[in-house]
């Protein structure tokens, strides 16, 4: 499980997972937006791994 705290004072706010959430502190008042950030989805394309069998494709 997750902590969320206050960006400014630290404040414990939640627990939890939050996909996208914006959680006003009833500390300082100040609004957090948290997001889940560990998700590793996209940018992990293969390697420039292409067999390139391409060979004179245009004539000649
Ligand atoms: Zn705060």
Redesign the pocket.
């Known amino acids: 499980m997750r902590e969320i705290r206050?960006g400014?004072?630290?404040?414990l706010l939640a627990k939890g997972e939050a996909l996208d959430l914006a959680i006003k502190?009833p500390?300082?008042?100040?609004i957090n937006h948290v997001r889940a950030t560990s998700l590793n989805s996209e940018g992990s394309r293969a390697p420039g791994k292409e067999p390139s069998h391409d060979k004179n494709r245009q004539g000649l």
């Open positions: 206050c400014k004072c630290n404040r502190c500390r300082c008042g100040a």
